[in-house]
């Protein structure tokens, strides 16, 4: 069951809308969409349409997705080589945080997911309280 499906443009104004949404959710899953989504914007460049997609999977575990149109554009896990790189940080800490993560990928699309432990909060979909941008596919 999704507890949480947004369809947005991947901003940097999106990303602490994002966290906003996901307020009652717990801190680390709040971290791990952030993440996602900021490596769209990175990576992709803005206006980039995504999914994001927070579901409880039991056993105490949420799945957090970010699902954007690049296939090849695939995330690589690198570490940063002094403490004042800018770069390198978003997968290392989803990789620290996350029991496991992965990349889906399929012909027009892929979705970046992690699994982290804690449960999603009961009550379904948290409706916008703040305008988001969204885009179709």
């Given amino acids: 069951m999704t507890a949480f499906e ?26 791990c969409a952030s993440e996602l989504l900021t490596n769209v914007v990175d990576h992709l460049g803005e206006g980039t349409p995504v999914t994001v997609r927070v579901t409880g999977i039991g056993a105490g575990r949420t799945r957090v997705e970010v699902t954007d149109p690049d296939p090849r554009a695939l995330p690589v896990l690198v570490r940063p080589t002094t403490a004042t790189d800018e770069s390198g940080r978003g997968l290392a800490l989803l990789d620290a945080l996350a029991l496991r993560w992965g990349v889906e990928q399929c012909a027009d699309r892929k979705t970046v997911w992690c699994e982290v432990a804690g449960e999603p909060p009961i009550g379904g979909v948290q409706e916008p309280a703040v305008p988001v941008v969204r885009g179709g596919r």
């Fill in 6 to 31: 947004l369809s947005l443009l991947a901003t940097p104004k999106a990303v602490p809308e994002l966290r906003h949404l996901l307020r009652h959710h717990d801190y680390d899953v709040r971290l």
